[in-house]
Protein backbone atom coordinates (compact mmCIF):
# COMPACT_ATOMS: atom_id res chain seq x y z
CA UNK A 1 0.00 0.00 0.00
CA UNK A 2 0.93 3.27 -1.14
CA UNK A 3 1.50 5.57 1.81
CA UNK A 4 -0.75 8.49 1.53
CA UNK A 5 -3.22 6.11 -0.11
CA UNK A 6 -6.69 5.97 0.97
CA UNK A 7 -7.38 2.73 3.88
CA UNK A 8 -9.03 0.21 1.37
CA UNK A 9 -12.80 -0.12 3.08
CA UNK A 10 -14.29 -3.39 3.31
CA UNK A 11 -17.06 -4.39 1.11
CA UNK A 12 -20.62 -3.75 2.90
CA UNK A 13 -21.97 -6.57 4.21
CA UNK A 14 -25.75 -6.79 3.48
CA UNK A 15 -27.94 -7.01 7.11
CA UNK A 16 -29.55 -10.61 8.21
CA UNK A 17 -33.09 -9.93 7.38
CA UNK A 18 -35.39 -10.45 10.62
CA UNK A 19 -37.61 -13.59 10.37
CA UNK A 20 -40.41 -13.92 11.32
CA UNK A 21 -41.81 -13.12 14.83
CA UNK A 22 -44.31 -13.64 17.27
CA UNK A 23 -46.12 -11.97 19.85
CA UNK A 24 -43.41 -11.65 22.10
CA UNK A 25 -40.80 -10.70 19.31
CA UNK A 26 -38.97 -14.21 19.32
CA UNK A 27 -38.75 -16.31 16.24
CA UNK A 28 -39.36 -20.17 16.11
CA UNK A 29 -35.42 -20.69 17.20
CA UNK A 30 -35.70 -19.67 20.14
CA UNK A 31 -37.80 -22.36 21.12
CA UNK A 32 -35.82 -25.15 19.52
CA UNK A 33 -33.29 -27.37 21.84
CA UNK A 34 -30.28 -30.17 21.07
CA UNK A 35 -29.88 -32.01 17.46
CA UNK A 36 -32.36 -35.01 17.96
CA UNK A 37 -30.31 -38.30 18.51
CA UNK A 38 -33.35 -40.35 17.90
CA UNK A 39 -33.81 -42.88 15.15
CA UNK A 40 -34.41 -41.06 11.44
CA UNK A 41 -37.96 -41.42 10.59
CA UNK A 42 -39.68 -41.18 14.73
CA UNK A 43 -42.52 -40.05 15.17
CA UNK A 44 -41.31 -38.82 18.21
CA UNK A 45 -39.58 -36.10 16.05
CA UNK A 46 -42.57 -34.68 14.31
CA UNK A 47 -43.94 -34.41 17.89
CA UNK A 48 -40.78 -32.12 19.35
CA UNK A 49 -41.77 -30.20 15.77
CA UNK A 50 -45.13 -29.86 16.89
CA UNK A 51 -44.41 -28.83 20.22
CA UNK A 52 -42.16 -26.31 19.11
CA UNK A 53 -44.45 -24.67 16.65
CA UNK A 54 -47.03 -24.81 19.09
CA UNK A 55 -44.89 -22.45 22.00
CA UNK A 56 -43.57 -20.31 19.53
CA UNK A 57 -47.27 -19.31 17.51
CA UNK A 58 -48.89 -19.16 21.34
CA UNK A 59 -46.50 -17.30 22.29
CA UNK A 60 -45.08 -18.40 25.54
CA UNK A 61 -41.88 -17.18 27.26
CA UNK A 62 -39.40 -19.95 26.99
CA UNK A 63 -38.19 -19.10 30.23
CA UNK A 64 -41.61 -19.78 31.91
CA UNK A 65 -41.71 -23.68 30.78
CA UNK A 66 -40.86 -26.41 32.95
CA UNK A 67 -39.77 -29.25 30.86
CA UNK A 68 -40.29 -32.76 32.56
CA UNK A 69 -39.93 -36.12 31.49
CA UNK A 70 -39.43 -40.40 32.92
CA UNK A 71 -37.38 -42.65 31.12
CA UNK A 72 -37.78 -43.96 27.39
CA UNK A 73 -37.18 -43.25 23.81
CA UNK A 74 -39.70 -40.57 24.27
CA UNK A 75 -38.53 -38.89 27.36
CA UNK A 76 -35.26 -37.72 25.26
CA UNK A 77 -37.75 -35.18 23.61
CA UNK A 78 -37.64 -32.37 25.98
CA UNK A 79 -34.02 -32.52 25.38
CA UNK A 80 -35.01 -31.44 21.48
CA UNK A 81 -36.80 -28.00 22.43
CA UNK A 82 -36.71 -25.10 24.47
CA UNK A 83 -32.73 -25.24 25.31
CA UNK A 84 -33.37 -22.51 27.19
CA UNK A 85 -36.22 -23.66 29.48
CA UNK A 86 -35.96 -25.18 33.05
CA UNK A 87 -35.97 -29.10 32.79
CA UNK A 88 -36.36 -32.06 34.83
CA UNK A 89 -35.44 -35.76 34.05
CA UNK A 90 -37.26 -38.26 36.50
CA UNK A 91 -36.85 -41.40 37.42
CA UNK A 92 -39.44 -44.12 35.37
CA UNK A 93 -42.37 -43.40 35.94
CA UNK A 94 -41.59 -40.69 38.47
CA UNK A 95 -43.07 -37.91 35.87
CA UNK A 96 -46.52 -37.42 37.07
CA UNK A 97 -45.08 -36.89 40.93
CA UNK A 98 -42.44 -34.89 40.49
CA UNK A 99 -44.80 -32.73 38.21
CA UNK A 100 -46.73 -31.80 41.56
CA UNK A 101 -43.94 -30.77 43.18
CA UNK A 102 -42.94 -28.41 40.46
CA UNK A 103 -46.61 -27.11 40.31
CA UNK A 104 -46.00 -26.52 44.25
CA UNK A 105 -42.89 -25.02 44.01
CA UNK A 106 -43.82 -22.44 41.43
CA UNK A 107 -46.94 -22.01 40.11
CA UNK A 108 -45.83 -20.05 37.21
CA UNK A 109 -44.39 -22.20 35.34
CA UNK A 110 -46.24 -23.88 32.30
CA UNK A 111 -45.27 -27.32 32.92
CA UNK A 112 -45.10 -29.75 29.44
CA UNK A 113 -44.35 -33.30 30.15
CA UNK A 114 -43.71 -35.70 27.80
CA UNK A 115 -43.81 -39.11 28.48
CA UNK A 116 -44.53 -43.04 27.02
CA UNK A 117 -46.68 -45.44 26.92
CA UNK A 118 -44.43 -47.36 29.35
CA UNK A 119 -43.41 -44.73 31.06
CA UNK A 120 -47.19 -43.79 31.57
CA UNK A 121 -49.49 -46.88 31.33
CA UNK A 122 -47.06 -49.19 32.97
CA UNK A 123 -44.32 -48.16 35.63
CA UNK A 124 -46.21 -44.52 36.23
CA UNK A 125 -49.87 -45.66 35.89
CA UNK A 126 -50.33 -44.94 39.72
CA UNK A 127 -48.51 -41.78 39.73
CA UNK A 128 -50.15 -40.92 36.33
CA UNK A 129 -54.17 -41.54 37.66
CA UNK A 130 -53.55 -39.79 40.72
CA UNK A 131 -51.92 -36.42 38.76
CA UNK A 132 -54.78 -36.20 36.57
CA UNK A 133 -57.15 -36.71 39.73
CA UNK A 134 -55.33 -33.91 41.70
CA UNK A 135 -55.62 -31.78 38.30
CA UNK A 136 -52.48 -30.63 38.13
CA UNK A 137 -51.81 -28.08 36.13
CA UNK A 138 -49.99 -29.38 33.09
CA UNK A 139 -49.67 -30.65 29.17
CA UNK A 140 -49.18 -34.24 29.25
CA UNK A 141 -47.97 -35.37 26.14
CA UNK A 142 -47.90 -39.42 25.40
CA UNK A 143 -45.37 -40.46 23.03
CA UNK A 144 -47.47 -43.79 21.97
CA UNK A 145 -45.80 -46.50 20.00
CA UNK A 146 -47.15 -49.65 21.34
CA UNK A 147 -43.81 -51.19 22.46
CA UNK A 148 -40.60 -50.60 24.47
CA UNK A 149 -38.10 -48.99 21.86
CA UNK A 150 -35.46 -48.91 24.27
CA UNK A 151 -35.46 -52.72 25.17
CA UNK A 152 -35.68 -54.37 21.99
CA UNK A 153 -39.17 -53.63 20.90
CA UNK A 154 -41.43 -55.92 23.52
CA UNK A 155 -45.39 -55.24 23.74
CA UNK A 156 -45.82 -52.29 25.84
CA UNK A 157 -49.23 -51.97 27.86
CA UNK A 158 -51.12 -50.09 24.95
CA UNK A 159 -50.63 -52.71 22.33
CA UNK A 160 -53.47 -53.50 21.06
CA UNK A 161 -54.95 -57.21 21.35
CA UNK A 162 -54.15 -59.64 17.74
CA UNK A 163 -51.08 -56.49 17.15
CA UNK A 164 -48.23 -58.52 16.05
CA UNK A 165 -44.06 -58.08 16.73
CA UNK A 166 -42.11 -57.49 13.99
CA UNK A 167 -40.48 -61.06 15.60
CA UNK A 168 -43.86 -62.64 14.88
CA UNK A 169 -44.93 -63.06 18.70
CA UNK A 170 -48.72 -61.53 18.67
CA UNK A 171 -50.35 -59.85 21.65
CA UNK A 172 -52.92 -61.69 23.55
CA UNK A 173 -53.65 -59.03 26.31
CA UNK A 174 -55.90 -56.18 26.33
CA UNK A 175 -54.39 -53.12 25.90
CA UNK A 176 -55.04 -49.78 28.23
CA UNK A 177 -56.41 -46.88 26.96
CA UNK A 178 -54.70 -43.80 28.68
CA UNK A 179 -57.51 -41.14 27.22
CA UNK A 180 -60.33 -43.64 28.31
CA UNK A 181 -58.61 -43.46 32.35
CA UNK A 182 -58.03 -40.12 31.86
CA UNK A 183 -61.47 -39.19 31.18
CA UNK A 184 -62.36 -41.80 34.02
CA UNK A 185 -60.39 -40.17 36.61
CA UNK A 186 -61.95 -35.99 35.54
CA UNK A 187 -59.38 -34.85 33.61
CA UNK A 188 -61.23 -31.30 31.59
CA UNK A 189 -59.14 -31.71 28.55
CA UNK A 190 -58.50 -35.35 26.84
CA UNK A 191 -57.50 -35.52 23.35
CA UNK A 192 -55.35 -38.41 21.33
CA UNK A 193 -53.73 -37.74 17.74
CA UNK A 194 -51.29 -39.44 15.50
CA UNK A 195 -47.80 -37.75 14.73
CA UNK A 196 -48.05 -38.09 10.72
CA UNK A 197 -50.85 -34.95 11.47
CA UNK A 198 -49.30 -32.24 12.65
CA UNK A 199 -51.84 -29.56 11.57
CA UNK A 200 -54.34 -31.67 14.23
CA UNK A 201 -51.40 -32.03 17.20
CA UNK A 202 -50.15 -28.32 17.29
CA UNK A 203 -53.98 -27.24 17.76
CA UNK A 204 -54.51 -29.85 19.87
CA UNK A 205 -51.08 -28.56 21.86
CA UNK A 206 -52.14 -25.00 21.87
CA UNK A 207 -55.56 -25.95 23.39
CA UNK A 208 -53.90 -27.27 26.22
CA UNK A 209 -51.84 -25.07 26.98
CA UNK A 210 -54.62 -22.56 27.27
CA UNK A 211 -56.41 -25.37 29.14
CA UNK A 212 -56.09 -24.66 33.46
CA UNK A 213 -55.47 -28.08 34.87
CA UNK A 214 -54.16 -31.59 33.79
CA UNK A 215 -54.15 -31.58 30.19
CA UNK A 216 -53.50 -35.19 28.33
CA UNK A 217 -52.85 -35.74 24.78
CA UNK A 218 -52.22 -39.10 23.63
CA UNK A 219 -50.46 -38.68 20.73
CA UNK A 220 -49.44 -42.87 18.26
CA UNK A 221 -45.98 -41.88 17.36
CA UNK A 222 -44.69 -45.29 15.02
CA UNK A 223 -41.28 -46.83 16.32
CA UNK A 224 -39.69 -47.10 12.53
CA UNK A 225 -37.02 -49.44 14.34
CA UNK A 226 -39.43 -52.06 16.16
CA UNK A 227 -42.85 -51.24 15.19
CA UNK A 228 -43.31 -49.85 11.88
CA UNK A 229 -43.74 -53.47 10.23
CA UNK A 230 -47.15 -55.25 8.82
CA UNK A 231 -49.43 -56.71 11.80
CA UNK A 232 -48.71 -53.49 13.94
CA UNK A 233 -51.45 -51.36 14.97
CA UNK A 234 -48.91 -48.46 16.04
CA UNK A 235 -47.23 -48.50 12.56
CA UNK A 236 -47.48 -45.62 10.29
CA UNK A 237 -49.01 -47.67 7.54
CA UNK A 238 -51.99 -48.58 9.87
CA UNK A 239 -52.16 -45.38 11.47
CA UNK A 240 -52.66 -43.45 8.08
CA UNK A 241 -55.13 -45.85 6.70
CA UNK A 242 -57.35 -45.92 9.77
CA UNK A 243 -57.05 -42.98 11.25
CA UNK A 244 -60.86 -41.51 11.90
CA UNK A 245 -60.51 -38.03 12.88
CA UNK A 246 -63.79 -36.50 15.15
CA UNK A 247 -63.42 -32.90 13.57
CA UNK A 248 -61.40 -30.60 11.88
CA UNK A 249 -59.75 -28.76 14.49
CA UNK A 250 -58.76 -25.02 14.54
CA UNK A 251 -57.77 -22.98 17.43
CA UNK A 252 -58.10 -18.90 18.00
CA UNK A 253 -56.06 -17.95 21.11
CA UNK A 254 -57.37 -15.39 23.97
CA UNK A 255 -55.34 -12.62 22.10
CA UNK A 256 -56.56 -12.90 18.63
CA UNK A 257 -60.50 -11.92 17.66
CA UNK A 258 -62.69 -15.08 16.79
CA UNK A 259 -63.40 -15.28 13.39
CA UNK A 260 -65.26 -17.98 12.03
CA UNK A 261 -66.43 -19.27 8.76
CA UNK A 262 -69.19 -21.91 8.83
CA UNK A 263 -72.48 -23.01 8.29
CA UNK A 264 -74.83 -23.06 10.46
CA UNK A 265 -75.01 -26.06 12.91
CA UNK A 266 -71.68 -27.38 11.68
CA UNK A 267 -69.08 -25.86 13.87
CA UNK A 268 -68.49 -25.89 18.02
CA UNK A 269 -67.07 -23.18 19.91
CA UNK A 270 -65.40 -24.62 23.04
CA UNK A 271 -64.06 -21.69 25.07
CA UNK A 272 -61.09 -22.30 27.46
CA UNK A 273 -60.27 -20.46 31.02
CA UNK A 274 -58.12 -17.59 29.62
CA UNK A 275 -60.74 -16.72 26.92
CA UNK A 276 -59.10 -18.96 23.77
CA UNK A 277 -61.59 -21.05 21.70
CA UNK A 278 -61.01 -24.10 19.54
CA UNK A 279 -63.36 -24.76 16.98
CA UNK A 280 -64.55 -27.90 16.25
CA UNK A 281 -66.05 -28.20 12.52
CA UNK A 282 -68.34 -31.51 12.14
CA UNK A 283 -66.94 -34.38 9.90
CA UNK A 284 -69.05 -37.36 9.31
CA UNK A 285 -70.16 -37.75 13.02
CA UNK A 286 -72.21 -35.86 15.20
CA UNK A 287 -69.66 -35.61 18.38
CA UNK A 288 -70.21 -33.49 21.51
CA UNK A 289 -67.13 -33.86 23.17
CA UNK A 290 -68.56 -31.74 26.16
CA UNK A 291 -70.62 -35.28 27.05
CA UNK A 292 -68.88 -37.25 29.24
CA UNK A 293 -71.06 -40.47 28.93
CA UNK A 294 -70.70 -40.13 24.68
CA UNK A 295 -67.14 -39.80 24.58
CA UNK A 296 -67.19 -43.30 27.31
CA UNK A 297 -69.14 -44.71 25.02
CA UNK A 298 -67.13 -44.19 21.71
CA UNK A 299 -64.42 -45.10 23.25
CA UNK A 300 -65.21 -48.24 24.52
CA UNK A 301 -66.78 -48.85 21.01
CA UNK A 302 -63.63 -47.65 19.12
CA UNK A 303 -61.53 -50.30 21.80
CA UNK A 304 -63.76 -53.01 20.74
CA UNK A 305 -63.72 -52.67 16.87
CA UNK A 306 -59.67 -51.04 16.87
CA UNK A 307 -60.59 -47.81 15.58
CA UNK A 308 -58.06 -45.25 15.41
CA UNK A 309 -60.38 -42.15 16.88
CA UNK A 310 -58.11 -38.57 16.67
CA UNK A 311 -59.06 -34.69 17.87
CA UNK A 312 -60.61 -33.20 21.09
CA UNK A 313 -62.59 -36.38 22.85
CA UNK A 314 -63.25 -34.45 25.63
CA UNK A 315 -63.36 -31.04 27.91
CA UNK A 316 -65.27 -30.01 30.77
CA UNK A 317 -64.99 -28.51 34.15
CA UNK A 318 -63.00 -30.64 36.43
CA UNK A 319 -62.92 -28.28 39.37
CA UNK A 320 -59.70 -26.05 40.83
CA UNK A 321 -56.42 -26.88 39.83
CA UNK A 322 -53.93 -28.26 42.35
CA UNK A 323 -52.11 -25.07 43.37
CA UNK A 324 -55.36 -23.51 43.96
CA UNK A 325 -56.94 -26.32 46.34
CA UNK A 326 -53.76 -25.56 48.19
CA UNK A 327 -54.43 -21.95 48.46
CA UNK A 328 -51.19 -21.40 47.69
CA UNK A 329 -50.17 -18.08 47.39
CA UNK A 330 -49.08 -16.20 44.20
CA UNK A 331 -45.45 -15.70 45.16
CA UNK A 332 -43.95 -19.14 43.85
CA UNK A 333 -42.61 -20.76 47.02
CA UNK A 334 -39.47 -22.05 45.62
CA UNK A 335 -38.40 -17.72 45.51
CA UNK A 336 -39.70 -17.19 49.02
CA UNK A 337 -36.45 -16.12 51.58
CA UNK A 338 -36.24 -18.60 54.48
CA UNK A 339 -38.09 -15.47 56.94
CA UNK A 340 -40.84 -16.42 55.72
CA UNK A 341 -41.02 -20.00 55.19
CA UNK A 342 -39.35 -21.29 58.26
CA UNK A 343 -41.42 -20.13 61.92
CA UNK A 344 -39.32 -18.06 64.38
CA UNK A 345 -37.58 -20.34 67.54
CA UNK A 346 -41.02 -18.59 69.54
CA UNK A 347 -43.82 -19.92 67.10
CA UNK A 348 -42.09 -23.12 67.61
CA UNK A 349 -42.21 -22.78 71.75
CA UNK A 350 -46.02 -21.90 71.23
CA UNK A 351 -46.70 -24.98 69.58
CA UNK A 352 -44.76 -27.24 72.17
CA UNK A 353 -46.81 -25.27 74.68
CA UNK A 354 -49.69 -26.41 73.85
CA UNK A 355 -48.12 -30.13 74.81
CA UNK A 356 -47.62 -29.62 78.34
Do not use: W
Not at 177 to 196: H, L
Not at 277 to 302: C, F, G, W
Amino acid sequence: MTVGAPTPTAPAVAAKPAGKVNRLGLEQTAYKGAESTLCAGCGHDAITASIIKSLYEYGIEPYRVAKLSGIGCSSKTTAYFLGQSHGFNSVHGRMAAIAMGVNSANRNLVNIGVSGDGDTASIGLGNFLHMVRRNVPMVYIVENNGCYGLTKGQFSATADKGSVQKGGGVNEMPPIDICAMAVQMGCGYVARSFAGDPKQVVSLLKGAVAYNGTAVIDIVSPCVTFNNHEGSTKSQTYARANEDPLHELGFVPFFEQVTVEYDPGTTKLVTLQDGSKITLKKLERDYDPTNRSQVMDLLHQANKEQLFLTGLLYTGDAGKPLDEQLNLIDEPLATLPASRIRPPPEALAKVMETFK
